[in-house]
């Protein structure tokens, strides 16, 4: 059976409708960067736009960009490319809203604020391409003539051009090399938390720790814990990146085969999927965005606080030490 519909690659391009166009990009961390060297590296014309000068003024200016206060980076843009953080968007284009040109393209690189309507630019061509890879491999990728998929989308569609446009940002990023698959705000929005707080970073984050703690906890030496515990999947995440989940079980052996698929089912029962749905379910309806938007409007304690609890555990400080012998055997 075949999910994918349609992966668009190069061949499904007539024409790049961002060549001779004025691209602001504004922001320079993991993804501004990448976007920004991939798109001139494709002939594009690209503004880097920040809000203040500092370390990200200078690694532009290093790579050879003349960089531009956010206000006057888009004034003549005739796309704008939101790559700051995503709860620093909203107030971002609160600032220079009155400056983008009536016909410009509102671009971004994540749902989050145009689905939770943060942002509303109803006079634009409102577009996404979601890079499903870090800014640094999708520079890297391009580097080396490849590319990572993307995720476009698009939320308004004034001009009727918008999946097409879309589409040319995404072949100079390299992406179409790969493939863009085409989806919703909605849902590129909302799997993307379920998928971060269910297990990529919520439920793992909390397994690992678990299963080191009760290692310590039953007497055993917290650097052999750290090692079987949350050093070894890197591994196993490797194993699935390349073969799935089939041909990372095929890869280990029989013993970890058959022990970790009755204990799995052991640890997350039907109790647990339920809770899982839930907060599945929370995150539709709306209700983390508005936790979420609390939370930072009031300096983000509760993270704070999560994050120091975290840095100071025993599997921190242990793991600390135990990394510098495992990068320091890794071949050169």
């Given at each position: 059976?075949?999910?994918?519909?349609?992966?668009?690659?190069?061949?499904?391009?007539?024409?790049?409708l961002?060549?001779?166009?004025?691209?602001?990009?504004?922001?320079?961390?993991?993804?501004?960067?990448?976007?920004?060297?991939?798109?001139?590296?494709?002939?594009?014309?690209?503004?880097?736009?920040?809000?203040?000068?500092?370390k990200?003024?200078?690694k532009a200016?290093?790579?050879?960009?003349?960089?531009l206060?956010?206000r006057?980076?888009?004034?003549?843009?005739?796309?704008?490319?939101?790559?700051?953080?995503?709860?620093?968007?909203?107030?971002?284009?609160?600032?220079?809203m009155?400056?983008?040109?009536?016909?410009a393209?509102?671009?971004?690189?994540?749902?989050?604020?145009?689905?939770?309507?943060?942002?509303?630019?109803?006079?634009?061509?409102?577009?996404?391409?979601?890079?499903k890879?870090?800014?640094?491999?999708?520079r890297?990728?391009?580097?080396?003539g490849?590319?990572?998929?993307?995720?476009?989308?698009?939320?308004?569609?004034?001009?009727?051009?918008?999946?097409?446009?879309?589409?040319?940002?995404?072949y100079?990023?390299?992406?179409?090399?790969?493939?863009?698959?085409?989806?919703?705000f909605?849902?590129?929005?909302?799997t993307?938390?379920?998928?971060?707080?269910?297990?990529?970073?919520?439920?793992?984050?909390?397994?690992?720790?678990?299963?080191?703690?009760?290692?310590?906890?039953?007497?055993?030496?917290?650097?052999?814990?750290?090692?079987?515990a949350?050093?070894?999947?890197?591994?196993i995440?490797?194993?699935?990146?390349?073969?799935?989940i089939?041909?990372?079980?095929?890869?280990v052996?029989?013993?970890?085969?058959?022990?970790?698929?009755?204990?799995?089912k052991y640890?997350?029962?039907?109790?647990?999927?339920?809770?899982?749905?839930?907060r599945?379910?929370?995150?539709?309806?709306?209700?983390?965005?508005?936790e979420?938007?609390?939370?930072?409007?009031?300096?983000?304690?509760?993270?704070?606080?999560?994050m120091?609890?975290?840095?100071?555990s025993?599997?921190?400080q242990?793991?600390?030490?135990?990394?510098?012998?495992?990068?320091?055997?890794?071949?050169?």
């Open positions: 059976m075949r999910f994918l519909e349609k992966v668009y690659t190069e061949n499904d391009l007539k024409e790049n961002m060549r001779n166009k004025k691209i602001a990009v504004l922001g320079y961390g993991s993804q501004g960067r990448a976007w920004a060297l991939n798109m001139r590296d494709s002939g594009l014309n690209v503004t880097v736009g920040l809000e203040r000068q500092g990200s003024w200078e200016v290093a790579d050879g960009f003349k960089p206060k956010s006057d980076a888009v004034r003549d843009a005739d796309a704008v490319i939101f790559l700051v953080p995503d709860m620093a968007q909203r107030e971002l284009y609160k600032n220079i009155n400056d983008i040109k009536d016909d393209d509102i671009v971004f690189a994540h749902g989050f604020n145009v689905h939770y309507g943060l942002i509303n630019p109803k006079n634009h061509d409102v577009y996404m391409v979601a890079p890879a870090p800014g640094p491999s999708v890297e990728f391009y580097e080396r490849g590319g990572v998929p993307v995720l476009i989308a698009v939320a308004n569609d004034v001009s009727g051009r918008s999946k097409e446009k879309a589409l040319s940002i995404a100079s990023l390299g992406a179409l090399r790969a493939g863009a698959i085409e989806t919703t909605k849902e590129e929005t909302e993307d938390l379920i998928g971060e707080q269910l297990d990529l970073v919520g439920g793992i984050t909390e397994l690992l720790r678990s299963t080191f703690n009760i290692m310590v906890e039953m007497g055993y030496k917290p650097e052999m814990a750290y090692f079987e949350i050093n070894e999947m890197k591994l995440v490797d194993q699935v990146f390349e073969k799935g089939s041909g990372m079980l095929r890869a052996s029989d013993t970890a085969k058959y022990g970790g698929l009755t204990t799995g640890i997350i029962n039907d109790d647990v999927r339920k809770r899982m749905r839930e599945a379910e929370y995150i539709v309806s709306g209700k983390f965005a508005e979420w938007i609390e939370e930072y409007g009031e300096g983000s304690k509760n993270l704070e606080s999560m120091l609890n975290i840095d100071n025993l599997e921190e242990v793991g600390k030490q135990l990394r510098e012998i495992v990068l320091r055997g890794r071949p050169k």
